[in-house]
């Protein structure tokens, strides 16, 4: 209570997106419109190591990027492809310095990573053959901004309430959310069970290959027990990731009370299988998708989208 009471101050920063896949502009040239995906996934670079570390260094106040991922919560708003910054802090001031240096560290360093890979760029055709690309990557370098800061709110005061951790996030939300970036491409993976569960909005449990974990026990108990009859389908989000969904099945068979029960676990090799194979849904009494830690997180979101269309996923499983 002592650390909320010592935060009362609070100030917004607006960062607007401003392109869609860098994918396509890096490798065509072409620019994409800005989707809700993009903006949560800039959302989430917000809180990443590389940004606070970037918003740490500029602010020079000794903190680690730790001290501010607790400080700062940054949420998309889709409907204008912007993602607010808001940070808490002792006083306004030291609120809204924290809140604009998050915001100009995360254009600056979403600009770099596309400079750096443009730069890569003409080591791919080392032949010469597409003339094009050598000039995307001298256009690309420098000057593409995917992100551009609007502003930040003037500082206001608050009160420690029992509302004031929530409208910060939950604390440490941010903390070790890491964007992995590629030589050719720049594509955020889930790397914990917090993503996955913040991007699909659907329950997601941790699953230790050899023991399986507590949380998955709790899961495969209540898939077993709230529909007595039907198959749980246990889904991998790509044909990469079916050797861990076989993992997930064998260990929940293993769970089951007799072999009626087990008999229910089925697995099928993909999301494409699943919707095109075992249609109507009606004989379906669950239905578990399985992503590895390492998915990307547009493959996680594809496949919920995919299955949507079919049958609703009930929840995620992470092996690590």
């Not at 256009?139 to 910060?168: C, D, M, N, Y």
């Amino acid at each position: 209570m002592g650390r909320l009471a010592a935060r009362n101050g609070q100030a917004s920063t607006s960062v607007q997106v401003q392109i869609g896949s860098s994918e396509t502009l890096l490798m065509t040239g072409q620019v994409t419109p800005v989707t809700a995906q993009d903006t949560a996934e800039a959302a989430l670079m917000a809180g990443s190591e590389p940004v606070l570390t970037r918003a740490a260094a500029a602010l020079g106040d000794g903190q680690p990027w730790r001290y501010y991922a607790e400080r700062v919560n940054a949420a998309p708003e889709s409907t204008s492809h912007v993602v607010m910054i808001q940070a808490a802090a002792r006083g306004g001031a030291e609120a809204r310095r924290i809140a604009e240096a998050v915001g100009v560290a995360l254009s600056d360093t979403a600009s770099e990573q596309i400079a750096s890979t443009a730069a890569t760029l003409p080591s791919l055709d080392p032949e010469g053959v597409d003339s094009g690309l050598s000039i995307r990557a001298q256009l690309l370098q420098g000057t593409v901004q995917p992100f551009r800061v609007i502003g930040t709110t003037e500082a206001i005061k608050t009160s420690p309430t029992a509302q004031l951790p929530i409208a910060l996030g939950i604390a440490g939300l941010a903390l070790g959310v890491l964007l992995v970036i590629g030589l050719a491409t720049i594509r955020p993976t889930v790397s914990r069970v917090r993503d996955a569960q913040r991007l699909t909005m659907l329950p997601a449990v941790g699953f230790a290959r050899r023991t399986g974990g507590a949380d998955s026990a709790r899961l495969a108990r209540q898939l077993f027990d709230n529909e007595l009859d039907g198959d749980v389908v246990v889904c991998p989000v790509e044909s990469d990731a079916e050797k861990s969904a076989l993992d997930v099945a064998d260990w929940f068979r293993a769970q089951s009370r007799d072999e009626d029960e087990a008999a229910r676990v089925v697995t099928v090799s993909d999301p494409v299988a699943a919707v095109v194979g075992r249609r109507p849904a009606d004989g379906v009494a669950a239905l578990v998708l399985v992503a590895p830690v390492g998915t990307y997180r547009t493959t996680l979101s594809d496949a919920v989208d995919l299955l949507a269309g079919w049958r609703s996923a009930d929840a995620v499983v992470i092996p690590t």
